[in-house]
């Protein structure tokens, strides 16, 4: 019984269960190389307040992991964002003319001014065709687009935005760097053992 009881107390008892690992289409707009061995994808809403307030951190990271992050950008407009769902339109219509990054800069540094008037203003200021973009705006592939991504959000689990795929593992809301540094570096490390 002693032996035991010592044995007990000097056991250091560790569980480590593996992360739940979902398959996420890797479809989108992206940054980074299609060969990096982390792949980010971002479920998020141009009308979101925290999603805004992460686009650093994701700017960051990608300066950080040039080689070895790509980060794909999906949306998911919420219901109540009046304006989340057009403003993904505009993003995918600035895409098709590859300005997507720039245009999505714009709807963050402006969440506050998305009605359809001010879309078609951003798009003038990147220089944009304006008839492809305002057919865009109104074709029925745009709007299958953002409801494709709606529908993968949902089967998912993600509910709420920014939410992110890393390597297939959930990490919700907008985390400081060092929660998405952490996960990449255990995935990096993993993927070189």
Not at 55 to 70: G, H, M, N
Not at 135 to 152: F, Q
Not at 160 to 176: E, M
Request: aromatic share 10%; charged share 20%.
């Amino acid at each position: 019984e002693e032996v035991r009881n010592e044995l007990r107390e000097q056991a250091v008892v560790v569980i480590s269960l593996p992360r739940e690992r979902k398959t996420v289409a890797a479809v989108g707009y992206s940054i980074g190389p299609d060969s990096a061995p982390i792949t980010i994808v971002e479920f998020s809403d141009f009308q979101c307040p925290y999603c805004s307030r992460v686009v650093p951190t994701i700017k960051e990271i990608a300066a950080r992991y040039p080689d070895d992050v790509r980060i794909v950008f999906r949306h998911l407009p919420l219901s109540f964002h009046a304006h989340a769902r057009i403003a993904a339109y505009g993003s995918i219509c600035a895409g098709n003319q590859g300005r997507f990054w720039e245009y999505h800069d714009l709807l963050f540094e402006n969440q506050r001014a998305l009605q359809r008037e001010q879309l078609s203003a951003y798009a003038t200021s990147l220089d944009l065709d304006m008839e492809s973009f305002e057919a865009c705006m109104s074709a029925p592939e745009t709007e299958a687009l953002v409801a494709a991504d709606l529908e993968a959000a949902e089967e998912l689990g993600a509910s709420g935005t920014p939410a992110f795929f890393i390597n297939g593992i959930f990490l919700s809301g907008a985390q400081p760097v060092e929660a998405f540094v952490e996960l990449i570096q255990q995935e990096l490390a993993g993927s070189s053992g």
